[in-house]
């Protein structure tokens, strides 16, 4: 069975700090997907980032940036110089493809407030 | 803005009654899943459809069912409301059966149970 842990439940940081989100996941699968997804307080869900398991390449995006390792069965989102509009609930989710189910596998999420 | 729409955007009810949330996906999209989110539960899987057909289900209570029509858009149908079915309801699409194309979210009905 798949499972996601995210063990930061909430996390606050002043404004312009760096901050890094973990996740932690578990397969026994060697083809998988992972993804992060962003909930900001208007409550949609934002798709951030999907890596697959063959692409350890980390993965940066203007301030975001991904850290993938297989080792540790983790994929670490960093937020540098963090802004207020970052204030969200974070989700990584999990797709293990082949496995008769389509769903995706959330983590609980990781409230990150950004404070001015 | 993801391309997939949902409505209603609230909806409140009384428990025993039975309600209809629709989802349309992005254009070109086959796919729509259907997830739950509630305080206790987390974000859970419910049920896929790919081009008309049910292709995958998850933890959906037989309360609850679903359907897409030939114009790829999409209906979760709640009856015997209960004040534990409050919660957000999300529809996603992707393009294809495979799953491995991410999934879109919409933005949500948040369901209201009184």
């Known amino acids: 069975a798949q499972k996601v842990t995210q063990a930061q439940t909430e996390i606050s940081v002043v404004e312009k700090e760096d901050v890094t989100l973990d996740c932690v996941y578990e397969t026994r699968d060697t083809t998988y997907y992972l993804f992060w997804y962003k909930q900001p307080p208007s409550g949609e869900l934002v798709f951030l980032i999907r890596?697959?398991?063959?692409?350890?390449q980390n993965e940066i995006s203007g301030r975001y940036s991904w850290n993938f390792q297989k080792s540790t069965s983790s994929f670490n989102f960093t937020i540098t110089a963090s802004q207020v509009v970052d204030s969200a609930v974070y989700f990584c989710a999990l797709f293990i493809p082949g496995a008769g189910s389509y769903q995706l596998t959330f983590g609980k999420g990781t409230k990150l407030s950004v404070i001015p | 803005d993801s391309g997939v729409t949902q409505t209603p955007k609230h909806l409140i009810t009384a428990t025993g009654q039975r309600v209809t949330l629709r989802c349309s996906p992005r254009?070109?999209?086959?796919?729509v899943y259907w997830y739950q989110q509630s305080l206790d539960q987390g974000l859970q899987f419910l049920i896929q459809?790919?081009?008309?057909?049910?292709?995958a289900k998850g933890n959906i209570l037989e309360r609850f069912s679903a359907q897409q029509f030939p114009d790829l858009h999409s209906e979760l149908n709640l009856s015997s409301l209960e004040l534990g079915d409050s919660a957000l309801y999300f529809c996603a699409s992707s393009g294809g059966t495979s799953g491995t194309d991410t999934q879109y979210f919409g933005p949500g009905t948040r369901l209201t149970v009184l």
């Open positions: 890596r697959n398991s063959f692409d350890e």
């Open positions: 254009s070109g999209d086959l796919s």
């Open positions: 459809y790919y081009n008309g057909e049910e292709r």
